[in-house]
Every structure is written in structure tokens, then in C-alpha cells.
């Protein structure tokens, strides 16, 4: 079994899953389970300044998307930072630590977007012997109407402003936790480095309604009658993640910053690709809410076995794609595939032939005995027929060889890499008027 060991900003732990700051890191009882079960690192859930706790609804706090077999893909959810009061939460966070000193304890703090506020808990965490903090710049919901989580997340300066004192006022590492909630996720990320974050995490809940009652007319989840957005989580959210931290792992400003990746984390693969993508870790939320703690002994046994397949220790995973992500106009015009269908698994359901049909190329034909058939003079190569097709592996997509004929351009297909951005088609590309 390939060594799973995990070192993130120096912290240490046995493998690189952690719990993300939510229910399941809200209480001693929970975390020593998780550790028990495998876990190698916590972000506690997200304390708030001493005082009168937060107020959770006393209504259902989730709203839920199914797939076609009612399992969870994504979970929407109202829920504030923790409701118990800050002192039992510290107290708790320095036993877990005093008797898990292999596992990472990370601490999730969230209060107003004051110096002195900041100036005031910091040492407090730090007395606990945590071996880090994350800062919530992302809830969404609730606490952003009070100025805080993605109220501060949005607004750069206010990042590299918080950042900057926290620093200032602690000795560990700081993680910054960014929102989805943004139009561009490199922004807020650079905000983090300059005010001298040690990592970014991301992402948070995305902004959401995921169901309206047709009865009674409100949002779920409904709160006598009425419903707000929430923060949507799980599996539906991985792609908007997944994009997020390539992004940051490529941004040339922000090149070198460790990020922890969030969001969707179900199996050992999203883990991966996660990795593959630059996260240096990552956290689990929703999966560990919907399957239990024992989740991760899967996400272990699976990236081990796969890093043993590949040869590839974790280190040599970590940031192995940034490379391949580029932008659209570097993409190559000369690599031309088409769709094979193979007739033997072939069930002649026809989903490719409407698919394809409708959409616009109507490049497979049906015959009157359901044998449905590739058109290459008509293929161009959108893959929209595999994606639907039922029966994984059925129809894939070939590679034409250069020199090969492409029926659909009537032109041989060229052997060199040719891109957007010297096109004859491209008016950039042309040569300025005299
Ligand atoms: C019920 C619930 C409560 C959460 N509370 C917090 C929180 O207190 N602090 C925080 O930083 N993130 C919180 N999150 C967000 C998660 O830490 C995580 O960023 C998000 O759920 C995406 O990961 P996932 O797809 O694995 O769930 C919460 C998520 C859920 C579902
Ligand atoms: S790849 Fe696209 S164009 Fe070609 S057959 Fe499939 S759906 Fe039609
Ligand atoms: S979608 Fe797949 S199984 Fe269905 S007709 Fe097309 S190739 Fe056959």
C-alpha cells in the first residue's frame, strides 16, 4: 500500500482526507469517532465570537437533490456557524488534540470584520494547541447578513485585511476558506496571498433554492411557510470546485499557494482528481453526512491502490494536471475523432439517434430494425451520443490518424498542432488592414 502520509503547511496527518468545518467536526463526541475511524484531520466546526451563541431554526434545516434512484447528489442547507458556547467548544478542541497529537485539529472561525474581535479569540484557539486555523469567508447564509462568511469572501480587500491581522495575531498556519459565490475565484484568492495566507481552501456552499413546495408555495426547506437560500453541497457541486482551484493553481499570481480542496469529495476518485487538479488535501462534508465517518476507508484504500497501480506517490498526484488545464483557444483544431458504435452491445434503446438528431448534427441513422449507425460525413465529434448512451462503453470516440480522411471537412486531417489563435478564421489572426 502506497504511503499516504500528509504534510500540508508542515501539519501533519496520516492521510489527506480531513472533515470540512460542518455538523459532523461540531462536538468532541464526533471528531474522536471520525478519527477513530480513519480520518487524518478535522476543521472544527466554525466558531464565533464569546457571547450568547448563535440561533439555529428549529425547523428542518436541508433541502435535497435526488438522482433517479433517490440518492444524495447535492444537499442545500440553512444552517448557522456552531450553537454551543465558544469555551466548551475550546475546551474540546485541546482534549481531542491532547489525545490525537498524529491528527490534524484545525479550527474554523468566523467573527466580525474587526481587529479587535479577531485580536480577541485568536489566542484563545491558539491555547487549545491546534494546529491551524481556517478563516470562514463562505456560509452564505445567515451569518452574511450579519457581515460576515461570504459577505467578508466577496470583497477582496476585506480578505487580504483579515488575513493580514490574523497573521498578525497567531503563529500557525492560516487557511483561508473562499466562496463559490464570486464571478471570478482568482480575485479572492489573491486577496488571501497578499494579506499572507499560508493556504486556501475551497470551496464553500454555493448560494441556492433547491425545491419550491407546490402546495404551499414556500422554498425548501420550509420555516412555517417561508424558506431563504441555503448553501449547496455534494457530489452536483464537484465540477464548480473542481474549476475553482485549477483555476488558482494556474493563476501565475497566486502560483506555489497550498490549497485544500472542497466539494463534492464522495470517493477516493473525486479525492484524486482533486489532487490531480493542485489541491494539496482535501475536505468532506456532505458524503461523510450522507454514508457516516467509515466513508473515508474507501477514499484510503482506493487512492493507495491507485497511486500503487500508477507507480505515483501522493506527492507526485499533487498538481499533476495543472499542466493539461488550459484555455479554449489553445485547444488543438486538428484533433479530429469520431463515434464507433458497437453493434454487439448495442441494446437499441435509441437515445444517441434522438440526442444526436436533435441537437443538431444528425449524424446517426435508425433503420427500420433499430440498427443505429454512425454518418461520419455528419460526425462532428460532440460525444453527446456517448454521454447518453446507456450502456457504458458502447459508443466511444476514434481518433483519425493524421492524413486520414475527415468525410465530414473533405480534407485530410493535419499532423500539427494548430490552435484558435492562428486560424485563417480568426479575425485576430489576420494581418492588419494597410
Ligand atoms: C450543514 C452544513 C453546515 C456547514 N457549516 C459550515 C461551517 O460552519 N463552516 C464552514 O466553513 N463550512 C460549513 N459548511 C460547508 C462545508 O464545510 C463544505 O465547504 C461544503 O459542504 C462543501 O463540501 P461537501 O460538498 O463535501 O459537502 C457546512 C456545510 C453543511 C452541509
Ligand atoms: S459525436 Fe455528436 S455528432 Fe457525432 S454521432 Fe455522436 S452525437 Fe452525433
Ligand atoms: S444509445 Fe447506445 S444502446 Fe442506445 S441505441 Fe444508441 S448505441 Fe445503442
Known amino acids: 500500500m502506497t504511503d499516504l502520509t500528509s504534510d500540508f503547511l508542515g501539519i501533519k496527518s496520516p492521510n489527506p482526507f480531513w472533515l470540512a468545518s460542518a455538523p459532523p467536526t461540531d462536538k468532541e463526541y464526533n471528531v474522536r469517532r471520525a478519527f477513530e475511524a480513519g480520518w487524518g484531520g478535522v476543521v472544527w466546526k466554525t466558531l464565533g465570537e464569546e457571547g450568547p451563541p448563535v440561533v439555529n431554526v428549529n425547523g428542518p434545516r436541508y433541502g435535497v437533490i435526488y438522482g433517479a434512484d433517490r440518492r444524495v447528489l447535492g444537499i442545500n442547507n440553512i444552517e448557522l456557524i456552531t450553537d454551543r458556547p465558544l469555551q466548551t467548544n475550546l475546551e474540546?478542541?485541546?482534549?481531542?488534540k491532547a489525545d490525537y497529537p498524529d491528527r490534524a485539529v484545525i479550527v474554523s472561525i468566523m467573527v466580525p470584520c474587526e481587529e479587535a474581535a479577531w485580536k480577541a479569540i485568536l489566542p484563545r484557539v491558539a491555547e487549545t494547541g491546534a494546529?491551524?486555523?481556517e478563516l470562514n469567508f463562505g456560509c452564505p447564509h445567515g451569518?452574511?447578513?450579519?457581515?460576515?462568511?461570504?459577505?467578508v469572501g466577496q470583497v477582496p480587500e476585506y480578505i487580504e485585511m483579515v488575513t493580514r491581522w490574523c497573521k498578525?495575531?497567531?503563529?500557525?498556519?492560516?487557511?483561508?476558506?473562499l466562496t463559490p459565490n464570486i464571478t471570478d475565484i482568482r480575485y479572492p484568492a489573491r486577496a488571501a496571498h497578499n494579506g499572507g495566507a499560508d493556504a486556501v481552501s475551497l470551496i464553500n456552499t454555493v448560494s441556492s433554492i433547491t425545491s419550491v413546495n407546490l402546495d404551499n408555495f414556500s422554498p425548501e426547506p420550509s420555516i412555517d411557510g417561508k424558506g431563504s437560500h441555503g448553501g449547496y453541497c455534494g457530489a452536483a457541486v464537484k465540477p464548480i470546485a473542481l474549476n475553482m482551484v485549477a483555476e488558482i493553481a494556474r493563476d501565475p499570481e497566486t502560483a506555489g499557494l497550498p490549497i485544500s480542496g472542497i466539494g463534492g469529495v464522495t470517493t477516493w476518485r473525486d479525492a484524486a482528481e482533486f489532487l490531480a487538479l493542485g489541491a494539496g488535501n482535501v475536505q468532506v462534508c456532505t458524503a461523510a453526512m450522507t454514508y457516516g465517518f467509515k466513508v473515508v476507508q474507501e477514499m484510503i484504500?482506493?487512492?493507495s491502490d491507485y497511486l500503487d497501480d500508477k507507480g505515483m506517490t501522493l506527492p507526485e498526484l499533487i498538481g499533476r494536471s495543472v499542466p493539461n488545464v488550459t484555455d479554449w483557444q489553445y485547444l488543438n483544431l486538428n484533433y479530429v475523432t469520431k463515434a464507433r458504435i458497437d453493434q454487439e452491445d448495442c441494446i437499441k434503446c435509441g437515445r444517441c439517434y434522438a440526442a444526436c438528431e436533435d441537437t443538431s448534427h444528425q449524424a446517426i441513422t435508425m433503420s427500420a430494425d433499430r440498427v443505429f449507425e454512425v454518418q461520419d460525413d455528419e460526425c462532428v465529434a460532440c460525444n453527446l451520443c456517448v454521454n447518453v448512451c446507456p450502456v457504458e462503453g458502447c459508443i466511444t470516440m476514434e481518433e483519425l490518424a493524421p492524413?486520414?480522411?475527415?468525410?465530414?471537412?473533405?480534407?485530410?486531417?493535419e499532423p500539427d498542432y494548430a490552435n484558435w489563435t492562428t486560424h485563417p478564421n480568426n479575425p485576430a489572426s489576420r494581418p492588419a488592414a494597410e
Open 143 to 151: 451569518m452574511s447578513e450579519r457581515g460576515m462568511g461570504s459577505a
Open 168 to 177: 498578525e495575531h497567531y503563529d500557525k498556519p492560516v487557511i483561508v476558506k
Open 131 to 133: 494546529d491551524g486555523i
Open 301 to 303: 484504500s482506493g487512492l
Open 403 to 413: 492524413g486520414a480522411m475527415d468525410q465530414r471537412t473533405g480534407k485530410p486531417v
Open 92 to 96: 474540546e478542541i485541546a482534549a481531542v
